[in-house]
């Protein structure tokens, strides 16, 4: 029997509901967002929550699906929203709710019909097809269609069609297992895509983190590409892209100091640089009135659903607890050594608090060597040095960086532009025609 919970703001539903046999409503319906968050903390046998989206609270409804699934991962959420929000729609089945309806749509007698689905059942397309295979083969004629097999055992026409039977069901199993381990190969190709998802960029102070995490998101046009400055103490994003740190809205109720720190989310701060590419640099903002709240993994899952790639520009320092956690949240990390000898010395330090105290994944680390010049160490020395990790390559000096960040030109010269994307292709993040474009 599903251990279920209804926060519809409607006691006419959950009343419903306790009329059906197979449900085990919990509690009454609750009418607003904490009482959901209590239930939940309280009991962790909750299976099915049934919500709609403008429950009161005051977080926003990505805020609150962020927080439910935080306090229970497993539970099957089925929502009603008010009206129909692509944004929303996407958001939503990034976190794996697919039962999403507006408020015209269903009935309680549908969400009851929801609740006695076999959830073990195949799916649909899979289940339709062995219906149709099934039915083909039992139309068949037989005695062409097991000519190859041997005969059936005489003197019992029971034991014949038993045996039939058997063989039919036998192929019908194995079209199922191989059905499903096209979907099972199918979903391993999806989730190999998703690593890529969120690079952040590390290194010791004057690396150049701000600089190289500028110009990769600058480099890649075929995505859709959210890069954030977590050096919100120093906002060199901000400097470099020629970019306040604030959304003019945001600027605006700061002047007329109407500004409510509390009514501020994450998406408030985005501010949009071109087509393809959308910067936040005004995190301070936020973080420092709510910090427990705005952990970088809330950060991140409030936006993430919008993008197809999220560039991280990290803090230098290395107690930094919002650091620990980036590298934390990411898929991958490009690490920046200068390639001298106080640099090395620096980087491997910072390396062995990563891997050793923090325990961040070694394999997550992309060595990049960053202010290449003709007095740099040897790069098999340092391709020795740093032998334990992926190494990316390396990029040198150019003095028009200086042209960048002073006068916020975005220039790529040839050799720039390779140097970037042979980085971007080792990190498996531009296509194929960027590949034959830039190279």
Known sequence: MKQIITAMGNPKINEELRKENHCNILAQDIQYQDGVIEILENNSSVEILILNSILPGDKSIEEFINKIQEINFKIEIIIIVEKENVNIKKFLISKGIFNVFYDNEITIKEITFLLKENKNKLPEEITEEIKLLKEMILNNNRRNFFRAKPKLITGDRQEGILRHKNIINKIINLIKIKILNKIINKNKKLNSKKLNK??????????????????????????????????????????????????????????????????????????????????????????????????????????????????????????????????????????????????????????????????????????????????????????????????????????????????????????????????????????????????
């Open 198 to 439: 969120i690079i952040s960029v590390v290194g010791a102070p004057g690396s150049g983190k701000t600089l190289v995490s500028y110009l990769l998101s600058n480099q890649i046009n075929s995505k859709k590409i959210l890069l954030i400055d977590f050096d919100y103490l120093n906002n060199n994003i901000s400097t470099i892209s020629g970019k306040n740190k604030f959304p003019k809205e945001i600027i605006k109720l700061i002047q007329k100091e109407k500004l409510n720190i509390n009514k501020i989310n994450i998406n408030n701060l985005i501010i949009k640089k071109n087509n393809n590419l959308d910067l936040i640099c005004g995190l301070k903002l936020i973080l420092k009135e709510k910090t427990d709240k705005y952990c970088v993994k809330n950060i991140i899952n409030e936006v993430i659903y919008k993008y197809d790639l999220i560039i991280v520009d990290t803090p230098s320092d290395a107690n930094n607890a919002i650091l620990k956690q980036i590298m934390e949240s990411s898929d991958k990390i490009v690490f920046l050594v200068i390639p001298n000898l106080l640099g090395i010395k620096a980087s491997q330090k910072l390396l062995n608090l990563y891997v050793h105290n923090w325990k961040i994944e070694r394999e997550k680390i992309n060595i990049l060597f960053n202010k290449n010049n003709i007095n740099s160490i040897n790069k098999l020395i340092l391709n020795n040095l740093f032998s334990e990790f992926n190494i990316l390559g390396k990029i040198k000096l150019n003095n028009k960086y200086d042209l960048l960040i002073n006068n916020n030109k975005l220039i790529f010269n040839y050799k720039i532009k390779k140097e970037y994307l042979n980085i971007l292709n080792k990190l498996n993040l531009i296509n194929e025609e960027e590949k034959v474009n830039g190279f």
